[in-house]
């Protein structure tokens, strides 16, 4: 793969129902992060030691469209956001298609072949291309769940055992041996209103367990960064805004940047590949149509900009290399294919 493959598009246009129903930020402005010679410089001095530092085989990376993730480390598996059942709702049909009551369902035989046996699962945030399949996940193979107290709730409510579930905030630094994870909070992407799609926090369990798509509120959103012992580090966003002071500090290899929908945000690209220091990899996600299996091509959003996202990245850290991902191709632990 090139570092900029274009995948399969499907033709027609889609409604502005996309739009103010769901992610929202800006592209933001052109101007380079460094100059150009003071940035060459620095990314020859990062890469180098990159390359160094990171084995190709310490893990493996398999996109699973939208913003999840599966990552094995040895035999040790780790999941971000892991939406592979993808149903229909009407959210990429005409104008007026969305059906708000879609009820939640799980392909318990398709979300096994393609997770797994995780022992750690990474949620961003409560919605249900994110966090549908997780509970069961949780409940099928043990897996230890992080997310918020809204992530929380719903998978007590759904029938996830509390002792598998972990609440965090941001901030917090958790080391599990052969990796860690530190918890970012983050923010949720924004559409053309400057709102987002089912708001609203749970602090206790809700009247009944979530059925529809609607039953499911943001929740407050967070973002993870995976360091790998002799790997990567890898910042992993469910969604396309950044809180710039809570990341800095945070210089990843690998950035899995949420590609936005709207320009609601302002200068939504530079502003997060400055906060974490211009990373050696940017890989755009969560601009399929995520309701198409994963067993087709990822067919593109229409309403996400995915070229203007990539062109933006490259005036704003011409060092960074761009991997636009696909749902077959395993990575390695340096982005670069083993299949």
């Known amino acids: ?29 052109t101007a380079p992060l460094l100059p150009a010679a003071a940035k060459a410089a620095v990314a020859a001095e990062r890469s180098g030691g990159a390359a160094e530092r990171i084995r190709a085989d310490s893990a493996t990376l ?32 005409p104008k007026g298609s969305f059906d708000p009551a879609t009820e939640l369902t799980c392909d318990e035989d398709l979300v096994a072949r393609h997770a797994g046996r995780p022992e750690t699962v990474l949620v961003s945030h409560t919605h249900w291309d994110h966090v549908n399949d997780v509970p069961y996940i949780a409940k099928s193979t043990g897996a230890r769940v992080f997310g918020t107290e809204t992530t929380y709730h719903v998978l007590r409510s759904l029938g996830v055992d509390a002792a598998r579930i ?13 990796y860690t994870v530190e918890v970012v909070s983050g923010r949720h992407s924004r559409n053309a209103n400057w709102s987002y799609f089912a708001p609203g926090t749970l602090n206790a369990p809700p009247p009944r367990a979530p059925r529809t798509v609607t039953d499911l509120p943001e929740g407050d959103t967070l973002a993870f960064q995976l360091s790998v012992a002799g790997g990567p580090s890898v910042f992993f966003m469910g969604a396309s805004d950044v809180d710039e002071r809570a990341v800095a500090g945070l210089r990843p290899d690998v950035l899995m940047a949420a590609v936005p929908s709207s320009r609601a945000t302002h200068r939504y690209v530079p502003r997060l590949l400055g906060a974490l220091g211009g990373p050696a990899t940017v890989v755009p996600v969560h601009w399929d149509h995520f309701e198409r299996p994963l067993s087709e091509p990822p067919l593109r959003d229409p309403v996400m900009d995915l070229d203007g996202f990539v062109a933006e990245v ?26």
């Open 62 to 93: 398999r996109w699973l469209g939208t913003s999840g993730w599966r990552v094995d480390i040895g035999g040790r598996g780790v999941l971000f956001d892991p939406y592979i059942t993808r149903f229909e709702t009407g959210l990429f049909g």
């Open 314 to 339: 490259r005036r704003c850290s011409p060092a960074s290399r761009v991997v636009v991902p696909d749902y077959a191709t395993v990575f390695g632990a340096d982005l670069t294919p083993t299949s």
């Open 1 to 29: 793969m090139s570092e900029f493959e274009n995948t399969t598009e499907e033709g027609g246009r889609r409604s502005f129902v996309r739009r103010t129903l769901l992610r929202g930020a800006a592209l933001g402005a």
């Open 166 to 178: 972990s609440v965090v905030k941001g901030g917090e630094v958790l080391d599990f041996g052969d």
